[in-house]
């Protein structure tokens, strides 16, 4: 994978040279490129921005240095042999990000990410670009940051870790919490490793049972108690068809049932009257 990042602050982009991402650059997996914007100003003060039109608070980055920036990326990437790039905007306005999303953009060859700063890009360059290739608006979160740059190292590890080889076990992501399949809508579950007593506290005996089949059962089950207690906007949201019998059970056991009044508004499990966690 090539992957892009233009922006006004390239040291931000840093530990994209450690742990998983930097392995995968070494070992020729990721092909990273980080480009100061400022590169592409032409005024003697660098200006990437300028005031809103309409008025307004804060500063709006202009279109010139992104387009020629873009243009400048584009044209190096094809050169190399780069094909089918994809750009990648984090802006709070956007689709939220998620485990699914990972997935789709881990499968394509080639990212451009804009972090923007002030209030953001001139609309017009995302909509420029969006007639030359995909655009993913992309939020990490409910909550507004000082730029995008601690957006895109978010996106890239996650997409990163998903490339083939970049793990040393290839499952290992498997399991994780909102992985496509079995755990698409679930948190993942608490985990122990050794001493099996540590002040005072022991792991679940069941870990220690060797039993796989009932070892699975405990982890699916811990995983619906934490996301009911954490995040009961993902039960809700669940097509009871996702769950076998066992996890019923459970679900029921932490309070919950199928609602089928809700299913037209996209809820399908509700929280039952007095049931105490």
């Known amino acids: 994978?090539?992957?892009?990042?233009?922006?006004?602050?390239?040291?931000?982009?840093?530990?994209?040279?450690?742990?998983?991402?930097?392995?995968?650059?070494?070992?020729?997996?990721?092909?990273?490129?980080?480009?100061?914007?400022?590169?592409?100003?032409?005024?003697?003060?660098?200006?990437?921005?300028d005031t809103p039109y309409g008025g307004g608070p804060g500063m709006v980055m202009k279109t010139e240095p992104w387009g020629d920036a873009l243009d400048s990326v584009l044209a190096d990437g094809y050169d190399a042999g780069a094909r089918r790039p994809a750009l990648i905007v984090p802006t709070p306005s956007g689709r939220p990000f998620s485990q699914t999303l990972a997935v789709e953009l881990s499968k394509r060859p080639w990212l451009i990410f804009t972090p923007a700063r002030y209030e953001g890009i001139d609309r017009r360059v995302i909509d420029e670009y969006a007639t030359r290739m995909p655009v993913y608006e992309v939020s990490i979160g409910d909550y507004v940051l000082a730029g995008g740059e601690a957006a895109v190292l978010v996106i890239?590890?996650?997409?990163?870790?998903?490339?083939?080889?970049?793990?040393?076990?290839?499952?290992?992501?498997?399991?994780?919490?909102?992985?496509p399949g079995a755990m698409a809508n679930l948190l993942e579950g608490p985990v122990y490793t050794k001493p099996p007593e540590w002040r005072g506290r022991d792991i679940p005996d069941v870990l220690l049972s060797g039993h796989h089949g009932k070892i699975a059962r405990w982890r699916r089950d811990e995983a619906l108690r934490r996301t009911t207690a954490n995040r009961p906007d993902l039960i809700e949201r669940c097509d009871p068809k996702a769950f076998d019998k066992k996890d019923r059970e459970m679900l029921s056991i932490l309070g919950w049932a199928p609602d089928p009044e809700g299913e037209p508004h996209g809820r399908f499990w509700r929280r039952l009257e007095g049931v105490e966690e």
Not at 4 to 17: A, K, R, S
């Open 156 to 179: 890239t590890e996650a997409v990163a870790r998903l490339l083939p080889g970049v793990l040393g076990n290839a499952a290992s992501h498997q399991d994780d919490s909102f992985a």
């Open 1 to 49: 994978m090539r992957l892009d990042v233009v922006t006004i602050f390239p040291e931000y982009l840093d530990p994209l040279n450690v742990s998983l991402v930097g392995k995968a650059r070494a070992r020729g997996q990721l092909n990273v490129h980080v480009h100061d914007l400022r590169s592409w100003t032409y005024d003697r003060h660098n200006t990437v921005d």
